[in-house]
């Protein structure tokens, strides 16, 4: 089993910039691939970014260019920084895990809200 912790949500004006952090613990092995997905009220959860534990990133085109996502292996901790942020970023964010056997993303945090006043 993994879990996953994430922090570092809250409220910001459209502009300005937010870092998320999920730190993992467990099983970290049986994982690769980290992601962080986000809802919005209404919405679908949807993919924000992805990194592979070689560290080879994937961006929704919504974000590219405004968020960087990162992973600290030696810390189990991967980051997501949202800078330029508009209201539409608004949401809970989801770190996510990849089950290294399966291809699952079978691990979730518990999520973190991020609103974004205009």
């Known amino acids: 089993q993994v879990q996953l912790v994430e922090s570092g949500g809250g409220l910001v004006q459209a502009g300005g910039s937010l870092r998320l952090s999920c730190a993992a613990s467990?099983?970290?092995?049986?994982?690769?691939?980290m992601g962080w997905y986000r809802q919005a009220p209404g919405k679908q959860r949807e993919l924000v970014a992805s990194i592979s534990s070689g560290g080879s990133t994937n961006y929704a085109d919504s974000v590219e260019g405004r968020f960087t996502i990162s992973r600290d292996s030696a810390k189990n901790t991967m980051y997501l920084q949202m800078n330029s942020l508009k209201p539409e970023d608004t949401g809970v964010y989801y770190c996510?895990?990849?089950?290294?056997?399966?291809?699952?993303?079978?691990?979730w945090g518990q999520g973190t809200q991020v609103t974004v006043s205009s």
């Open positions: 996510t895990a990849r089950q290294r056997a399966t291809g699952w993303y079978a691990y």
């Open positions: 467990g099983s970290i092995f049986s994982i690769d691939t």
